[in-house]
């Protein structure tokens, strides 16, 4: 059974940094399968911020994280990562892990972790 676990939310204050993990357990992916991050804000739907190839490739970013998300994985320890720059209010969500096996869906999901921005 294939198991996400997020960590690392919580609250900044506006123009600071914060980086949540997400763990995966219970399965081995392929090359093929990939990583990404989603986030949904209080009253929105969810939306996509960036992906990676779950083995070598080169990450993609949604244009609303303008350059202040990085997404990165470690392989060793079958993590993938969000490092956020330059937090703003606006990027109060519930931040969500998810991995698609076969690259094309993302089948499983993490639970969440908020991440709750101060002006």
């Known amino acids: 059974q294939v198991q996400l676990v997020e960590s690392g939310g919580g609250l900044v204050q506006a123009g600071g940094s914060l980086r949540v993990s997400c763990a995966a357990s219970?399965?081995?992916?392929?090359?093929?399968?990939?990583g990404g991050w989603y986030r949904q804000a209080p009253g929105k739907e969810r939306e996509f911020l960036a992906s990676?190839?779950?083995?070598?490739?080169?990450?993609y970013y949604d244009a609303s994280t303008k350059g202040r998300f990085t997404i990165s994985r470690d392989n060793a320890k079958n993590t993938l990562y969000l490092e956020m720059n330059n937090l703003q209010p606006e990027d109060t969500a519930v931040y969500y892990c998810?991995?698609?096996?076969?690259?094309?869906?993302?089948?499983?999901w993490g639970q969440g972790t908020r991440v709750t921005v101060s002006s």
């Open positions: 990676i190839p779950w083995i070598g490739g080169s990450p």
């Open positions: 219970g399965r081995t992916f392929s090359a093929y399968a990939m």
């Open positions: 998810a991995i698609a096996p076969s690259g094309t869906t993302f089948d499983y």
